[in-house]
């Protein structure tokens, strides 16, 4: 797939590139500038805690998103960038040890745009598929594609073993094609998009030379890959994707592709078992491989290397690329070199960039409230399980030790990144591309002989987000993060609470969604639930996905609430956690400004929300993003909540007062 929109991507295509300073916060936490007053807090209280921040900050021509959320990113950016220019320029100190590598990416990524020759060396890749014969051939030129980052046909992997997390497995699942949603091939009110669809793979064909790739026969094998596709809510319990076989086992679901011809190719040659997610998916395979014509598939396998790389090569791909896929986020121009090239090294070198960053600009005091603050959530989490009435002792006892369990990685991780054996050359920016997906696929193909490494960060420190791990049951809190608007050491206690404290509730929760509850203490996927209380989670469940259905956000385009549960139960469980942490026993707590704490808290956790997103995302999203829109994610959960109807004196008829309310967690 082209574009996935986390985190990273979203900078890359979604954001305004503006670095201005954000508005100095009020002392309560509350960013007063952003409020509309005019707006009841009983009606829409999205609207009343983020509607001027909304109207005076549109999406730029160059992004498809503008949000609060990312204000720490806009904060760190001049130090950040100063590092890798420096870097660039040779002027490097011995804090940055990683200084060569981020500097040669860089200036590679600089100059990609004015450089013709990647169209040969990816042309030379190209022409390998011209000289496939054979289906063994084929399987040869897959597994060699999937070395340098291009996944046709289907995802093959190396992960944490569902069934064991000490361990490590090999998985396949559903994959290979370049759109982002199964209906764009699927759904007849789309056929504009193919048609453009049709026109891109032409003109990307084009510009790289060598024979041309047939468009007809690529949408083709595309269209029936998606109609094999598992719709994405139906792939939310992690149990129905556990299937772990023998290798004769899965070459039974689609006998015509050479299997063991791929995984010998792939560095896999005495391979006795996969776990096969989607078996479905791999069973309709079998018909692609029989029934298709060889220069059908060839042509297949060169769209996906070419679209994969694409961004890599000069200014005529990255044109073209853009005028198709700002189709789908309403993005009028493309964003300013440096720019792109800032974003693309924090994603190939975030754990490197890091280490200067850190030691010149990181306040551990940070880290300490933090960790603090899990602690403190931790606990008033294990009074709400405590006091569930709806869970019973065997449940009850699982889910304490489970929590109990759970691990906090704040800051940064304690060791440094290993870059051994990568090699970056300053003047080849898809050469460093192919070389840095050679590098990682070494990495996770060795790893499949070690034991899971519980330590390891899936984050960079530089990253604004944070996760929640099932198979390692860790929550995963980055540097970025610890700062406006999710936290800041001069803010009351209320608005920490309300913004970081319910991030931390709400990655917590997650060991507790539809999902995370099917992974024990440990990491492992068994089941702990007696049935009765299994049942009684699917109630109060359907209860949110009910209430998200009935969400329109735009004329005709509603919220998936199966897709979203997750999210959903994490955003309502995350600010029941926080409000109790910091509330319970607790009348002292000072509010500021006009508001009372609790207020303030309710104010806090919103404005980490407030966002304007062009329609054209927006409505990709709803097809296939497991979040629900901005607003949705503060009005949905916190009118489920008696706390915030007290605290802003709501009748029990306003709109943001449920009649019956949900309640999970």
């Not at 980055?478 to 209320?494: G, H, I, Q, V």
């Not at 407030?610 to 994610?633: I, T």
Request: net charge negative; charged share 20%; glycine share 8%.
């Amino acid at each position: 797939m082209k574009y996935a929109f986390g985190l990273i991507a979203l900078l890359a295509v979604g954001c305004g590139t503006s670095t201005d300073p954000v508005d100095t916060p009020a002392p309560s936490g509350v960013d007063l500038t952003a409020l509309d007053r005019s707006a009841n807090p009983c009606t829409d209280f999205y609207q009343f805690a983020c509607g001027t921040w909304i109207n005076n900050n549109p999406v730029g021509p160059d992004g498809s998103l503008q949000t609060k959320y990312f204000e720490p990113y806009y904060a760190t950016l001049p130090p950040l960038r100063k590092i890798i220019e420096d870097d660039a320029a040779g002027a490097r100190e011995a804090d940055d040890p990683f200084a060569a590598l981020i500097g040669k990416y860089h200036t590679s990524c600089l100059a990609a745009p004015f450089d013709t020759s990647g169209r040969a060396a990816l042309g030379a890749l190209l022409a390998k598929v011209d000289a496939v014969t054979t289906l063994d051939d084929l399987a040869r030129r897959i597994a060699a594609h999937r070395e340098i980052g291009s996944g046709a046909f289907f995802r093959f992997y190396v992960g944490v073993d569902l069934g064991d997390a000490t361990r490590h497995t090999t998985g396949i699942f559903q994959g290979g094609v370049e759109l982002s949603s199964p209906s764009y091939y699927l759904d007849p009110a789309n056929a504009d998009v193919l048609a453009d669809y049709r026109n891109h793979i032409t003109a990307l064909s084009n510009l790289v030379g060598g024979t041309p790739i047939d468009a007809d026969a690529v949408i083709k094998i595309e269209t029936a890959l998606a109609t094999a596709y598992v719709p994405a809510d139906q792939l939310r319990d992690p149990e129905t994707l556990y299937h772990p076989m023998k290798v004769a086992e899965v070459t039974a679901l689609a006998p015509t592709f050479p299997w063991q011809v791929f995984w010998t190719e792939a560095g896999f040659p005495a391979l006795t078992s996969v776990n096969v997610a989607t078996p479905t998916f791999v069973a309709a395979l079998e018909a692609i491989f029989a029934k298709t014509p060889l220069a059908d598939l060839k042509s297949y396998l060169r769209w996906q290397l070419l679209q994969d790389r694409s961004d890599s090569l000069d200014q005529a791909f990255l044109d073209e690329d853009f005028r198709f896929f700002s189709r789908f986020t309403g993005q009028a121009s493309q964003h300013e070199r440096w720019f792109t090239c800032f974003n693309a090294t924090l994603a190939t070198f975030g754990e490197a960039v890091a280490l200067p960053y850190l030691a010149r600009s990181y306040d551990e005091t940070a880290t300490t409230f933090a960790r603090g603050m899990f602690e403190g959530s931790r606990d008033a989490f294990a009074k709400r399980l405590g006091s569930a009435a709806w869970l019973d002792a065997k449940t009850r006892s699982e889910a304490l030790a489970k929590l109990d369990a759970m691990v906090a990685k704040v800051g940064h991780p304690d060791k440094a990144p290993d870059f051994t054996g990568l090699d970056i050359d300053a003047g080849s920016y898809l050469g460093n591309a192919l070389r840095i997906r050679q590098f990682r696929s070494a990495r996770s193909r060795a790893s499949l002989d070690q034991p899971v490494d519980r330590s390891t960060w899936n984050l960079s420190p530089l990253t604004v987000n944070a996760t929640y791990s099932p198979t390692v049951n860790d929550v995963t809190l980055p540097a970025a993060l610890l700062a406006s608007p999710f936290f800041e050491t001069r803010w009351s206690n209320a608005a920490n609470y309300g913004a970081l404290g319910a991030v931390l509730g709400h990655e917590m929760t997650h060991g507790f969604d539809d999902q995370g509850r099917h992974f024990d203490a440990n990491g492992t996927l068994r089941n702990w639930w007696t049935p009765a209380v299994a049942a009684s989670f699917a109630e109060r469940s359907q209860c949110v996905v009910d209430q998200f259905d009935a969400f329109e956000p735009m004329p005709g385009e509603h919220v998936n609430g199966t897709l979203t549960l997750g999210e959903n139960l994490a955003d309502l469980g995350g600010v029941n956690i926080a409000f109790d942490a910091l509330f319970n026993g607790n009348d002292s707590e000072a509010g500021g400004d006009g508001f009372t704490a609790e207020q303030v808290f309710f104010l806090a956790y919103a404005q980490t929300k407030c966002e304007n997103v062009r329609p054209d995302l927006a409505s990709q999203w709803l097809l296939n993003e497991p979040h629900a829109p901005g607003k949705l994610r503060i009005n949905g959960p916190l009118s489920n909540l008696p706390a915030f109807r007290e605290a802003f004196s709501c009748s029990a008829t306003s709109p943001m007062v449920r009649a019956t309310p949900c309640d999970v967690w």
